[in-house]
DNA sequence: CTTTGTGCAAAGCGTTTGCACTATT
DNA sequence: AATAGTGCAAACGCTTTGCACAAAG
């Protein structure tokens, strides 16, 4: 990578060597001498066609149904642990089940969780990371990253509560 | 940050009814026909002697080893839920276990959390509640709270990481 | 042909529950 | 006496593991 220039205004979408998902997990895997199988490929691409939140279920689910067949469960498990390891997808807990994200390529993000539809809002903001680094700096702790998540009722969700005639949970 | 408006500055402290966490404990029995029974009465004695974080494992050892002998794994995994319920205690989630911490009577706080001794430091930050409430606002989202943890590695040990004649960790 | 990966069944781990017995009210 | 709480053992839900067979290099 050749930064000759003067100024340090790059875009990283020039600097970065352009590799799909794909192609950075095959890297990951020799690089270990493990192998690229039909199952991991089938995974990495069905994973990476969307971006949204999942959790193991979801994908075994989701593999079933589309994208050539089953894949049993504990193939996904060490799959989904080989993809965290190769960056390529975050892990976040929410309500005790791991729940994963891209994370390869995609801007680093912050959460609203709403607890009654269980959806997840991302946002970025650069001040929370300036805090973040601020009171670390301050402890001589050394960062590897955060996880901020805020809780509470998403619009949606609200509104459906407000609605006067709604289901009751009335006994 | 803008805490622009007039003078709000008053002490939680002349405001409250002062109640220690058992009186506390005790009303939010009795307002629900629960009783309180001496295992209960135990490990709110044991919790509010200190400040500390803990999990559940931690406390049925406490308890066996020290105020009045063992009390069963169900029962203190009902208690806690009780005192978190009665606002006495918050849970929150580290590596797939809950741990909890002192909420009554004590300010509200995010996390540092080392990695490699496990060990939590707290801090506070006005300016995080600010972010978050106005994140929350141009989505319309009703916050409850919010979880913040800045993971890494404490002072001491990266210093311990760093001493050329430290335990080596080879096969 | 060697070595890694897969799928099955079973185990693991933290947490919760059914139930007979005990304690509180 | 009536009712709620305890402790035991067993169940739970998510995740991981041991092992024989299949597939990748």
Redesign the pocket.
Known sequence: MSLTSTDHDFSLESVEVASTPMQRFEEY?QSR????????RRIVEHVFQQHAHF???DLIDQMQKTAGG????????????ELVDAGLLVKM?LR???VYEHDYGYPSHDHLYCMKCDSLIEFHSKEIEAIRDAVAEAQNFRVTGHRLIISGICEECSRAARRPNRRLDLI
Request: glycine share 8%.
């Open positions: 895997l001498a493990k192998r690229m199988t039909q199952q991991r959790d193991a279920d089953k894949v049993s469960r504990p193939t996904v498990y060490r799959t989904l642990g807990t005790g089940r791991a």
